[in-house]
């Protein structure tokens, strides 16, 4: 088949779902009564739902997408060193924190991660600081979802990236701006299904091509670069791609053991209990003692799909080191970078090999990037509508205002990030990497902290919060940049060799640090959830 | 012992080749049953033991002491 038919065939499964979807969103506009329907879906949805819509939201576009393509390019450790402690982020997240979310949501009309911690810790300033934190992290992580539905829509459409990324916005804006969180709830049980499909035919197509993981490894563990000197996109020397010390830090450096605390025993795993787009979901589900579900659905969907994914980053690593492969040469010439890689696989492979596993291939691509940026408008939108300006300055708006100025805040949001899109960005990988950690570094330890410890204070919990929101976004703004622009050439791979925390680490540690040492020196002044969850605890008259 | 953590979420694909005939894991290390069994013991703590379990164990806890599952 010629790859006009076969972008033909994928982009017709593409426009079926697509209506499917928009349909859903419209549908579930009658469901939408108040603010409580529109944010929560009332609190009345099933827990298997959820469960899957927030496994969808973890995994979204950056393992998708941004993880196929930085293994082709840098190495296999990606995959171990974000994915495997993320499954069990989710039993964390309700082991410490879940219940509680769950069983005091109702009493305290709790919608947000912000309302959970204004409840405990008392005071505006800690929403204020929380919201911030969750919109910088919004843009980052948003930003990463649009650009891979823009090079993807763009392959497929042969449309301009920045029209395929206003594309795929406008897609999933319309659907949760009518069917708000009924309508996400829907949607991205269908987004996961087609994920767990599309995972499942990922690795079959895999084994297929490579003759079994054994023939794959060992052909790319053997491929010496012939050309000499430095080697092109792709073609790295098999030694170097399965060496962490290089893939992380430069040859010689050693530092994959500062990946591995940043990351796996910080970020991924602990690092789950802040990502709002992920957790807040527990504020919807039905019924209180179902959660366990929530936790082992997640972890299992996430456990299926996104090793799936970077697996086809392995294979097509494969496909390029086989002799006279022209495979790294097409992939650059895509003009995308390691973010080319699923393009090229799904359309320019599949689109001539097979079209029909080509679109649920996409499908299941734009499906997680979807159930993520649905998640990030919903939560952009209620940071300043309902924890900035209705929580802390505007308390008596009625509740029909309050889902009228949710709605136009999401839309505020969504034009910021599709700004956002319009310039140069880094790696899509990268920048969900800087999301994921912001709200790792703002939320996690005042959240953890919470449920854990008794001895939290309003002073505390406000002071953590805005520390672990400083130091990563301020380490993420400057450290990031390149050597030459930075003080002692520290940018991007220099902070690793010489700090080897990952900034969002840096904020986590010192965020509970800051916890701890301000509430112990601080007046115990607490907010009234605190007392239902630490009972023993006298509440002051 | 890193090399282990590079084939953890393919055990499964490992076992297939195995299944096949194909004795190896294809990574420059010495391959071993040893090897495979410290792999696959290694992943399903990792991705299924430890959210089955605590799950289970949370459920039946719920179970025990329902009072923990009510709205406040």
Request: charged share 10%; proline share 4%.
């Given at each position: 088949?010629?790859?006009?038919?076969?972008?033909?065939?994928?982009?017709?499964?593409?426009?079926?779902?697509?209506?499917?979807?928009?349909?859903?969103?419209?549908?579930?506009?009658?469901?939408?009564?108040?603010?409580?329907?529109?944010?929560?879906?009332?609190?009345?949805?099933?827990?298997?739902?959820?469960?899957?819509?927030?496994?969808?939201?973890?995994?979204?576009?950056?393992?998708?997408?941004?993880?196929?393509?930085?293994?082709?390019?840098?190495?296999?450790?990606?995959?171990?060193?974000?994915?495997?402690?993320?499954?069990?982020?989710?039993?964390?997240?309700?082991?410490?924190?879940?219940?509680?979310?769950?069983?005091?949501?109702?009493?305290?009309?709790?919608?947000?991660?912000?309302?959970?911690?204004?409840?405990?810790?008392?005071?505006?300033?800690?929403?204020?600081?929380?919201?911030?934190?969750?919109?910088?992290?919004?843009?980052?992580?948003?930003?990463?979802?649009?650009?891979?539905?823009?090079?993807?829509?763009?392959?497929?459409?042969?449309?301009?990236?920045?029209?395929?990324?206003?594309?795929?916005?406008?897609?999933?804006?319309?659907?949760?701006?009518?069917?708000?969180?009924?309508?996400?709830?829907i949607i991205n049980t269908?987004?996961?299904?087609?994920?767990?499909?599309?995972?499942?035919?990922?690795?079959?197509?895999?084994?297929?091509?490579?003759?079994?993981?054994?023939?794959?490894?060992?052909?790319?563990?053997?491929?010496?670069?012939?050309?000499?000197?430095?080697?092109?996109?792709?073609?790295?020397?098999?030694?170097?791609?399965?060496?962490?010390?290089?893939?992380?830090?430069?040859?010689?450096?050693?530092?994959?053991?500062?990946?591995?605390?940043?990351?796996?025993?910080?970020?991924?795993?602990?690092?789950?209990?802040?990502?709002?787009?992920?957790?807040?979901?527990?504020?919807?589900?039905?019924?209180?003692?179902?959660?366990?579900?929530?936790?082992?659905l997640g972890g299992v969907?996430?456990?299926?799909?996104?090793?799936?994914?970077?697996?086809?980053?392995?294979?097509?690593?494969?496909?390029?080191?086989?002799?006279?492969?022209?495979?790294?040469?097409?992939?650059?010439?895509?003009?995308?970078?390691?973010?080319?890689?699923?393009?090229?696989?799904?359309?320019?492979?599949?689109?001539?090999?097979?079209?029909?596993?080509?679109?649920?291939?996409?499908?299941?691509?734009?499906?997680?990037?979807?159930?993520?940026?649905?998640g990030f408008l919903m939560?952009?939108?209620?940071?300043?509508?309902?924890?900035?300006?209705?929580?802390?300055?505007?308390?008596?708006?009625?509740?029909?205002?309050?889902?009228?100025?949710?709605?136009?805040?999401?839309?505020?949001?969504?034009?910021?990030?599709?700004?956002?899109?319009?310039?140069?960005?880094?790696?899509?990988?990268?920048?969900?990497?800087?999301?994921?950690?912001?709200?790792?570094?703002?939320?996690?330890?005042?959240?953890?902290?919470?449920?854990?410890?008794?001895?939290?204070?309003?002073?505390?919990?406000?002071?953590?919060?805005?520390?672990?929101?400083?130091?990563?976004?301020?380490?993420?703004?400057?450290?990031?940049?390149?050597?030459?622009?930075?003080?002692?050439?520290?940018?991007?791979?220099?902070?690793?060799?010489?700090?080897?925390?990952?900034?969002?680490?840096?904020?986590?540690?010192?965020?509970?640090?800051?916890?701890?040492?301000?509430?112990?020196?601080?007046?115990?002044?607490?907010?009234?959830?605190?007392?239902?969850?630490?009972?023993?605890?006298?509440?002051?008259? | 012992?890193?090399?282990?953590?590079?084939?953890?979420?393919?055990?499964?694909?490992?076992?297939?080749?195995?299944?096949?005939?194909?004795?190896?894991?294809?990574?420059?290390?010495?391959?071993?049953?040893?090897?495979?069994?410290?792999?696959?013991?290694?992943?399903?703590?990792?991705?299924?033991?430890?959210?089955?379990?605590?799950?289970?164990?949370?459920?039946?806890?719920?179970?025990?002491?329902?009072?923990?599952?009510?709205?406040?």
């Open positions: 088949m010629d790859l006009a038919t076969g972008k033909l065939i994928e982009a017709a499964i593409m426009v079926v779902w697509i209506i499917l979807i928009l349909g859903i969103g419209v549908w579930s506009r009658s469901k939408v009564k108040g603010s409580g329907e529109f944010m929560v879906g009332g609190r009345t949805i099933p827990v298997w739902m959820l469960g899957m819509w927030s496994a969808g939201a973890s995994v979204s576009a950056w393992a998708f997408f941004g993880l196929p393509g930085g293994i082709y390019a840098s190495g296999a450790w990606q995959h171990w060193a974000i994915c495997t402690p993320m499954i069990i982020g989710f039993p964390i997240t309700i082991l410490f924190l879940g219940r509680w979310m769950r069983v005091s949501a109702k009493k305290y009309n709790l919608m947000t991660m912000p309302d959970f911690l204004g409840e405990v810790y008392g005071g505006k300033w800690i929403r204020v600081f929380a919201a911030i934190g969750i919109l910088i992290a919004c843009v980052f992580y948003s930003t990463a979802q649009f650009k891979a539905i823009g090079v993807l829509f763009g392959a497929l459409f042969n449309l301009p990236y920045v029209a395929a990324a206003a594309l795929g916005i406008a897609i999933s804006a319309v659907y949760i701006l009518l069917g708000g969180f009924v309508a996400g709830a269908l987004n996961v299904s087609m994920m767990i499909v599309a995972s499942l035919l990922a690795v079959g197509i895999g084994y297929s091509w490579t003759g079994g993981y054994s023939n794959m490894m060992s052909t790319i563990a053997n491929y010496v670069y012939p050309g000499g000197g430095a080697a092109p996109m792709g073609l790295m020397n098999g030694a170097a791609w399965l060496n962490q010390d290089y893939a992380l830090t430069g040859a010689a450096a050693g530092g994959a053991w500062g990946f591995w605390i940043s990351w796996c025993v910080l970020l991924s795993s602990f690092g789950l209990v802040g990502q709002a787009a992920i957790v807040q979901k527990l504020y919807g589900v039905k019924k209180p003692n179902s959660l366990w579900l929530w936790g082992l969907v996430f456990g299926l799909t996104c090793p799936a994914y970077c697996y086809l980053g392995e294979v097509t690593k494969y496909l390029a080191v086989l002799p006279g492969s022209t495979v790294a040469s097409e992939i650059i010439n895509l003009g995308l970078g390691a973010d080319g890689v699923i393009a090229w696989l799904t359309v320019n492979k599949l689109g001539v090999e097979s079209p029909v596993l080509g679109g649920l291939l996409i499908a299941g691509v734009l499906g997680a990037a979807w159930s993520t940026i649905d939560m952009g939108g209620a940071a300043i509508a309902r924890d900035i300006v209705n929580k802390c300055f505007r308390p008596n708006w009625t509740d029909k205002q309050l889902l009228r100025n949710l709605r136009i805040s999401m839309l505020i949001v969504g034009a910021v990030i599709v700004i956002e899109t319009m310039f140069p960005a880094d790696l899509i990988t990268w920048l969900a990497a800087i999301g994921w950690a912001q709200f790792a570094a703002t939320l996690a330890p005042a959240l953890l902290l919470a449920t854990t410890w008794k001895g939290v204070t309003k002073a505390g919990g406000t002071a953590g919060v805005f520390v672990g929101l400083v130091v990563a976004a301020v380490m993420t703004l400057v450290w990031r940049l390149p050597p030459s622009s930075t003080p002692f050439g520290l940018g991007t791979g220099g902070f690793m060799k010489t700090f080897y925390l990952d900034a969002g680490a840096w904020g986590m540690i010192l965020g509970f640090i800051t916890i701890v040492v301000v509430s112990l020196a601080t007046k115990k002044e607490r907010g009234p959830l605190y007392y239902d969850i630490h009972k023993d605890v006298p509440k002051p008259q | 012992m890193l090399e282990l953590l590079l084939a953890n979420e393919y055990a499964t694909l490992i076992l297939v080749d195995f299944l096949r005939g194909i004795y190896s894991w294809g990574l420059p290390s010495t391959w071993s049953w040893g090897t495979w069994c410290v792999l696959y013991l290694e992943e399903f703590i990792f991705w299924w033991i430890f959210p089955l379990v605590s799950m289970l164990w949370w459920r039946s806890n719920v179970k025990k002491h329902p009072e923990l599952a009510e709205e406040i």
